[in-house]
């Protein structure tokens, strides 16, 4: 498996090559200063949505929620500075 780690502006995307699958970006999300900010947003090897997270300065932030292969939510978090809320 080949990565890389591309920064235009404030957008960063880490792209996963696999040649059983063909590769695809796996994460993707913006960046502030160096840290995750804003959404970001997983996926499952052949571009399943496997999960979206909020950050501010680093820190998970808002609502986190993940799917399982078939696209059904197993889990749905609320986060704040970092600490799990509900």
């Given at each position: 498996?080949n990565?890389?780690?591309?920064?235009l502006g404030?957008?960063?995307?880490v792209?996963y090559?696999?040649?059983?699958d063909?590769?695809?970006?796996?994460e993707?999300?913006n960046?502030?200063d160096g840290?995750?900010d804003?959404?970001w947003?997983?996926?499952?090897?052949?571009?399943?949505?496997?999960?979206?997270?909020?950050?501010k300065?680093?820190?998970?932030a808002?609502?986190?929620?993940e799917?399982?292969?078939e696209?059904?939510i197993?889990s749905t978090?609320t986060?704040?500075?970092?600490?799990l809320?509900k």
């Open positions: 498996m990565s890389s780690d591309k920064t404030d957008k960063h995307d792209d090559y696999s040649p059983e063909g590769g695809g970006v796996m993707e999300g960046c502030k840290n995750k804003g959404l947003t997983y996926w499952y090897w052949g571009g399943q949505k496997g999960g979206e997270s909020h950050y300065d680093g820190e998970i808002g609502t986190s929620t799917w399982d292969r696209g059904n197993t978090e986060w704040k500075d970092g600490e809320v």
